[in-house]
């Protein structure tokens, strides 16, 4: 299977979460004026036994196509992705079908944004296009378990 990646968009990305970026006005300006905060841009949910976390993630940039044969998903909370750089990135998402992917869905971000993940969405692995792959990472922190991982027969992503 070859898949085309999609334009990142809040409508598109939508059924698997949040984009987070500063398209529009900002929400407030503070600062005495000298910053604009887009308030408030992802539903972060770390369930009852969780807490925040805040990692920094450094992966090794792919190549496209891009052969994916591997989904994740976290099913105890949420998952935000914000680039520490201005590079696009691959982000691959499928809907979950009775407790395994459904059919992937690819997206490329646009320079300056990011992404959560909802609880539960099943995803590819971070996949940066370019150096130096570093992204700060918001999920959540708990003794439970909240990762499960599937081979998925190999399919292809272009651009």
Known sequence: MEIKALP???EA????G??????????????RGMCGRYHDRAD?????????GISL???IPREMPYVCDLLERHPEGSQAFIPMSMEPFLIIVASDDGGKPGTPVAF?????QGINFHR???????????APGLFAVVDRIGDTPNL???DVPPFTVTL
């Open 148 to 150: 499960e991982e599937v």
């Open 13 to 16: 990305f939508a059924p698997f």
């Open 108 to 112: 490329i971000s646009e320079a300056g």
């Open 57 to 59: 993630f450094k992966a």
């Open 8 to 10: 990142l968009t809040r």
């Open 120 to 130: 539960g969405t099943w995803h590819g692995v971070l996949t940066p296009l370019h």
């Open 44 to 52: 972060m949910d770390f369930g009852p036994e969780g807490r925040v």
């Open 18 to 31: 949040d984009v987070l970026d500063t398209a529009g006005d900002p929400d407030r300006i503070i600062n």
